[in-house]
């Protein structure tokens, strides 16, 4: 991993401004130009969101592949001698469920990865980049009254079956058992639908419709890659399922929504393993437990004939707008799977690399809950008692998560000079866990955030540090880029008060003055991309 302490090359600046090291500013785009009207500059367009396509995984060794197939073709035969009197198409379902929770644990299994593919939306336009060639190598258009504002990847099967498992003998040996997996780009904004783009045909294959004003944010489940969250100013948040490419018409659906407990927009979404958060224009914050839901949604399904009604969604857990929390418009809500080695992705996956264990510094202190975020506010204050049934409650959510692990998120509003990042597990209405503290500028609404998570070295040449790092990059109102290395110990004041960090790393470039909407970074710290509100694409590239 790329260690930024040690970092020392030629165009970016540390923040003591020393020496500027490191990262070089690449590449300039004006990538979502389009014919103007009513007077509108293409300079006013917004570039709102940025990610990064994934690598796909396509290729498994023969033995693995016949393995799984072994292990299906078991499971088929004990439910055919239980449920003899099941009908073919429930069959199918659960053929299907089995490929999806398959797929789902290889990818989990893995260690994710970014392409040097990045998508980018503003007006209305999906632009794909090539980062290392600088240019634009596919644009997808919609009509002209729609403004893309936020955009998900995720990767679906093909999912076409037959007696051969989907391949015949001549494919299977000529691929050599490579799986048939396709990226997908879930894109929306104003006109409040979803589009599924299929960004190898360049075509919107799907619409989802249900949200009746526009939608903020996408993001897609951690364990299923079907279901994908949206939050919309109409008020609610909602929970799909995208169906397969192969039945997407018959199975695309919404599974539930989860209404704005504060009748305003939902401004922001962070999805874990076990909770969706969701936070509002107003500032509030809500919790939902999404292992519960999962129990709701397969019963729900299994009771209608039909297709299943959506279901509604009560939070189990409000942070209501306070000098504790949030008091203003909730711009960003972002999970960190592996903080530490307490936290549940952690746990779950058995701390295979053995290097993390213990070298997260700072990670594991959950001691001044709270206690004033190093600007003067105190514990609790602004947010009322808890009664005696909510915490006795929260003690029962709390033996809990005592066993599945710490979930932390890191969140911020927009009129806060600060990131805080906290653990959701330990979190109450009134007293915020809180890990650390990050520094950052008052700006505009609607900025993001992003993270390179869990990194393992896998770059020649870059300077690597022993332990594994947490980045979370942020955008600044005068065109710059921080990075926190999330791994630091916090530091506090005597009284026990966390005291903001200040970035480990600023990239600055004289021609980048402007707010920055969003930024991504590949998963090896070696690409770091912008997109700002005056209609460009700022692309950093890592050299020796």
């Known amino acids: 991993m790329i260690h930024l302490a040690n970092i020392d090359t030629h165009h970016s600046m540390d923040v003591d401004g020393q020496q500027p090291r490191g ?4 590449h300039i785009l004006r990538a979502h130009s389009r014919s103007t009207h009513d007077g509108q500059d293409e300079n006013d ?19 693995d592949t016949k393995k799984d197939l072994d292990q299906e073709e078991a499971s088929d035969s004990d439910e055919s001698e239980s449920e003899d009197n099941d009908d073919e198409d429930e069959e ?24 040097g593919i990045v998508a980018t939306c503003g007006g209305n336009t999906v632009c794909l980049i090539d980062c290392r060639a600088g240019r634009v190598v596919n644009k997808y258009s919609h009509v002209f009254e729609e403004e893309f504002m936020c955009m998900a990847w995720t990767t679906l099967d093909h999912g076409v079956e037959d007696d051969n498992h989907g391949m015949d003998q001549s494919t299977t040996q000529d691929v050599n058992n490579r799986r048939d997996l396709s990226n997908i780009l879930a ?3 104003r006109m409040g639908s979803i589009k599924l783009i299929n960004p190898v045909q360049n075509t919107c294959y799907k619409y989802l419709h249900g949200h009746t004003a526009t939608i903020l944010r996408l993001r897609f489940s951690l364990t299923n890659p079907r279901w994908l969250f949206s939050a919309s100013v109409d008020g609610t948040a909602r929970l799909w399922d995208i169906g397969s490419l192969a039945n997407y018409e018959s199975e695309a659906c919404c599974l539930a929504k989860f209404v704005s407990p504060d009748d305003s927009s939902v401004t922001a979404i962070g999805v874990c393993e076990k909770y969706l958060i969701i936070g509002t224009e107003k500032g509030l914050m809500a919790q939902y437990n999404l292992f519960d839901l999962e129990d709701e949604i397969e019963k729900n399904r299994t009771a209608s004939s039909t297709r299943a009604a959506t279901l509604t969604v009560e939070p189990e857990r409000i942070y209501p707008p306070s000098g504790e929390w949030h008091e203003s418009a909730v711009d960003e809500i972002l999970y960190i799977p592996y903080f530490s080695a307490r936290s549940y992705a952690s746990i779950k996956s058995g701390m295979r ?3 993390t264990k213990g070298k997260m510094n700072g990670s594991d202190s959950i001691k001044s809950r709270g206690a004033g975020r190093g600007r003067g506010r105190g514990r609790g204050r602004g947010g009322r008692a808890s009664t005696p049934n909510e ?16 979930f932390v998120f890191a969140s911020r509003e927009n009129c806060q000079g600060e990131i805080i990042v906290w653990d959701a597990s330990r979190s109450t209405e009134t007293d915020a866990a809180l890990k650390t503290i990050l520094e950052w500028s008052i700006s505009e609404s609607w900025t993001k955030f992003s993270l390179a998570e ?28 921080v990075l926190f290395d999330l791994g630091l110990k916090p530091k506090k004041t005597q009284d026990g008060n966390i005291v903001a960090s200040k970035p480990s790393l600023v990239l600055s470039h004289p021609d980048s003055t402007e707010l ?12 770091i991309v912008a997109g700002d509100w005056s209609n460009r694409v700022f692309i950093w590239n890592f050299e020796e």
Do not use: C
């Open 92 to 115: 199918e379902k659960r053929r299907a469920q089995r490929r999806t929770r398959r797929i789902a644990k290889e990818m989990e299994g893995r260690q994710k990865r970014s392409s």
């Open 45 to 63: 367009i917004d570039v709102w969101a940025v990610a990064f396509q994934p690598t796909l995984p396509v290729l498994r060794s023969a033995q």
């Open 187 to 189: 894109a929306a904004g």
């Open 353 to 355: 690399d053995h290097t």
């Open 23 to 26: 990262y070089f500013m690449e």
């Open 391 to 406: 915490r006795k409650q929260g003690r029962a959510d709390n033996v809990t998560d005592e066993v599945d692990g710490e």
């Open 516 to 527: 920055f909407r969003d930024v991504a970074v590949s998963q090896d710290l070696s690409i």
């Open 454 to 481: 869990n990194i393992v070295a896998t770059s020649a040449g870059l300077s690597w540090d022993k332990r594994r790092q947490n980045v979370l990059i942020a955008g600044s109102g005068d065109g710059k880029v």
